[in-house]
């Protein structure tokens, strides 16, 4: 993977790394095992060490950092956990990578709000440890135990966003240090607001190339009182997609419904000693009052019928629900098994719903004519789906195939009204499909922002919009 | 109202009004009557006439009138419905106004997907005529029979916006015409991505500064099997709002709940002869299931009676119903009615609900100093809410006055960490007011954004940041 070849890696002037050396003192650190580890995030491409790693600890320390390496022109990567997908913390350019994980306190609780503000090194499963006795949960799952800074910058979603939205949704402001070392907020913490640009959205998923996220509030909502799972077979895609469709189209409030392809439900069969039916299958989940999650598992029981759906079987006890879950909670997992030792490529697209039966169709039938072995997992609410594919690591023509299943995938997604990525960003994996996705002239507009905001260059560089 | 002598209007060059005459014909008007009606939304500010009017009826007249206002570098100004509330359209340096009525069509409903793709001129209550026959409808209610064009331009919201969220949340996708006269959009109709800046949200609420709205694609939702709608009266402000906060809090997914002031009941009362109790008043809207929204209304009444609610009555029928919403729907002409022949001026601000009571109570204490009429109603669920002040059209006093108490409540709700307009946009009434609440190093960024989309500064010149 010959992947960094096209950047230039920018020399980082001695006075700048002495500059932070005697800024940061401990915290600034050159040793290899470290610039690796932070060179590296959970996508399939080797590290890219940065120059040097600081540690923040503050939004006084990210200010510093920003100013020696704005006054130096040096590359500046922020790095919550490392947990993103598409190689979105790979310093291409080289320079410094800002670790943020010692920024982790959470910072206010307002409950009455239905607000929570948090540093950005804060871990999403931390946060909901953290406000568990206000009845109160943050309800975006993107499976990984992400840092809420990572999130916001790569606007993550996951199982629940059918019912809560995504980040975008979600963030009600954000703190940022902005190129000349400025710190300013995005938000007041109204609800709502008509007062200005929307720079909370802005930032929102600009992937480390607009500013620093210092501070982020989230919303967060009521634990329901009841919930109800369900899990049903289906003959084809299409009747389930129907299926889900119908459901929404009966205004029955799902709160996530997620789909396996019969590779997906064969591999977690096999992983979890499980005997699900090994056809499409549909997992559900309703949220709220005890009388309203029977009727909406009742009603969508009856709409999975009509199109053909075979063993519904639904739970409202936690052990029942947890068991139906299983299948989908492991399905990564699962999916490493189906060739142990091989390197996994996951790759995710999203499409209006109603065209989501035929794009995860014409990709299958694209992926049988490969010899490496993959399965399709999708979030139908939203019209999103991923496919993972394991490939032999040793094998530069199955990367080159996997390569080219992706961009026949995502301009496939693209020529049906949808994104080149659903959840996952666009780090380096789906930069060259911007142009694509979003027209010459958009992207013109994305990089006359880039260009205003980060006069410099020197927020992640060489991501989301090339700088000319 | 000297309102418009801080902007020097600019001189439209006669080879600029050539053009545009040549180019639209008897679509270009510069009568009197149709520059002064284009002049003037439903703000008290007297009109501030263009220069000339030019009637677009497709995406290439929007694209020509930018051309030629961008070589002669003339002032642009977008034109709805004019139903905006602070003053949004006038055109305050001078130049074209482009009214964009005549774009009225709907382009693509897609039930399937719950999107409906239209022309910017398209009316609120003409989408949902258009779209009836599919069982959804589109939820954002400002009032106003308002174009979708202008609510995007704006952010508007209104009273359903605690379930549905505002324009913030509906619009999928825009099409814009740029600075340069390029045609672009800003997003795929995918339900969620995380591919490039969110260039939608930028345009959302960015008040025709940025560019041009030729197309709108929002999200429509189920019509609600069943509805059911409760009243309250409460013996304070405090209990009714905290009443809310738990309601909310126990995860009952409200529709709509608004809050009358005791003036807002009495002069309703009044206006419709009903015989409410004249206290603080609550009326709730719940959209669900038939077992879900009954459900809902009897936690709501438990909840609302331990906080001291009395008088709690609930209807599921339609006419009942009606008959509960009948004084919140007559509220702005009932307030009309406290003082005939007056001007009535409304601000709107945003606050965390925490600190809704606090903020209602301290401005109705400010406004008892005044002698002129006032009214209060709020979007509880949002901590939002409306001053209705009716003035002596005469009384340059008066005007002062509420001027001054406008001030005293943005900056109120700013010190509580709310916003200067939930709702109602900046125009002229809030622009001075955005320092206080973003900072000026926030404010710097919105200018660079400005001065990158806006090199020559044509689109509503003088609006939203200042130029310099």
Redesign the interface.
Known sequence: MDLYTRHDRRAVPDEAMQALSSTFGSRFNTSMAVREHHGKDESPYPACPPDAVVFAESVEDVIEAVRICSQYKVPLVPFGIGSSMEGHIHPVQGGITLDMSGMNKVLAV??????VTVQPGVLRLQLNDEIRDT??FFPIDPGANASLGGMAA????GTN?VKY??M??NVVSLKVV?ADG??????????????????T??Y???EGT?GIIVEVTVRV?????AVSAAICNFPTLQSAVDSV?QI??????VARVEFMDDRAVRAVNSYSKLTLKETPLLLFEF???P??VE??AQ?AQEITKDNGGMDFEWAVNPEDRSRLWTARHKGYYAGLQMRPGARSVSTDV?????RLADCVTQTVTDLEQMLFPFKIVGHVG???FHVQMLLDPDSQDEWAKSEEINRRLVLR??RM??????????GIH?MA??KD???E??????R??K???DPDNIFNPGK??SWD
């Open positions: 307002n409950a009455e709000d239905f607000t009845g109160l790569t606007r993550a979603s966003a939205g995504t975008r949704e902005t400025s710190l300013i907020r995005t938000s007041s913490r109204a609800r709502k607001s008509s007062s200005g640009y929307d720079l959205r802005l929102v998923g600009s607009l909502y009521p634990l329901p009182e469709i929404m189209q009966a205004g029955v409030p949220h709220g009052s009388a309203a009727e909406h009603l999203c499409v209006p719903i109603s939203d019209g999103n997604a693209i009204d949808g994104t080149c990525s659903g959840e996952h960003g666009v789906k499909f911007l996705e979003h027209g002239k958009a992207l013109e507009v994305m006359k922002i260009h205003a905001l989301m919009v």
